[in-house]
T-cell receptor
């Protein structure tokens, strides 16, 4: 079973705009992570937020976590064409497994 | 360079012919895992390993085997591949639980 579900499934924006994607999950987690995947390639780790954190920043990325709503959001500010990719949230519940969602496909139009 | 190396990148095989996809990491990571990625289904965990000689099933282990005899290597074995195992496979490693994963470049497997 999949823990995370991203929303929207696809997002298209103009270069310079902000992109927001959301992730909802089902059970308690130790941490939540966001990854980027360029078409057909390996995933790249972007940021990890622990269950006791509410917000985290890394460059143009801002991640929030609301454990009461079991949801997270990833904000990419001032988007660039190079940000075009699929973005996945991944959750690490209390067991040993690690779950990915189905992803949000982001297209940034130059 | 810290990396996870998978081989081969592309593989076309016939039903029933045993194959192995290799995975090696040079970061002394304890945790390693295999995923398959299929359109509309995201990434699903096949097997994972917490450390040498410690492996466990993920969500979709049927038809796959793994072994972890050395810390750096975590091969994925398909004893009798079937067409429904046609997929994009990723190996990933992590220092331990609670840390981000490093992914390999993927192996695109086609079983005819």
């Amino acid at each position: 079973s999949q823990q995370g579900e991203e929303d929207p499934q696809a997002l298209s924006i103009q270069e310079g705009e902000n992109a927001t994607m959301n992730c909802s999950y089902k059970t308690s987690i130790n941490n939540l992570q966001w990854y980027r995947q360029n078409s057909g390639r390996g995933l790249v780790h972007l940021i990890l937020i622990r269950s006791n954190e509410r917000e985290k920043h890394s460059g143009r990325l801002r991640v929030t976590l609301d454990t009461s709503k079991k949801s997270s959001s990833l904000l990419i500010t001032a988007s660039r064409a190079a940000d075009t990719a699929s973005y996945f949230c991944a959750t690490e519940p209390t067991g040993n497994q690690f779950y990915f969602g189905t992803g949000t496909s982001l297209t940034v139009i130059p | 360079e810290a990396q996870v190396t998978q081989n081969p990148r592309y593989l076309i095989t016939v039903t029933g012919k045993k194959l192995t996809v290799t995975c090696s990491q040079n970061m002394n990571h304890e945790y390693m895992s295999w995923y398959r990625q299929d359109p509309g289904l995201g990434l699903r965990q096949i097997y994972y390993s917490m450390n040498v000689e410690v492996t466990d099933k993920g969500d979709v282990p049927e038809g796959y085997k793994v072994s972890r005899k050395e810390k750096r290597n975590f091969p994925l074995i398909l004893e009798s591949p079937s067409p429904n195992q046609t997929s994009l496979y990723f190996c990933a490693s992590s220092r331990s639980r609670g840390y981000g994963y490093t992914f390999g470049s993927g192996t695109r497997l086609t079983v005819v």
